[in-house]
């Protein structure tokens, strides 16, 4: 899962869909993203570049081939 994970995934700050009552405790808004990032950074699996592709670096190179 987690190889998956690092090359497949992004975040979606879609936060209109659903009642605030249903996020995460902690990740109310997209102000918390840093915290977030904070937290998988003290995990030892996650690097700064796994975290880049995180924050929306594979999300660019989706689209990037898209264009193609």
Do not use: H
């Amino acid at each position: 899962m987690f190889l998956l994970a690092n090359f497949s995934l992004c975040i979606d700050a879609n936060y209109f869909s659903f009642e605030f009552s249903s996020t995460p405790r902690g990740l109310e808004d997209v102000s918390k993203y840093p915290n977030l990032f904070a937290k998988l950074l003290e995990d030892a699996r996650w690097t700064a570049e796994d975290l880049k592709k995180l924050a929306g670096l594979n999300f660019l190179r989706v689209f990037r081939r898209v264009e193609q």
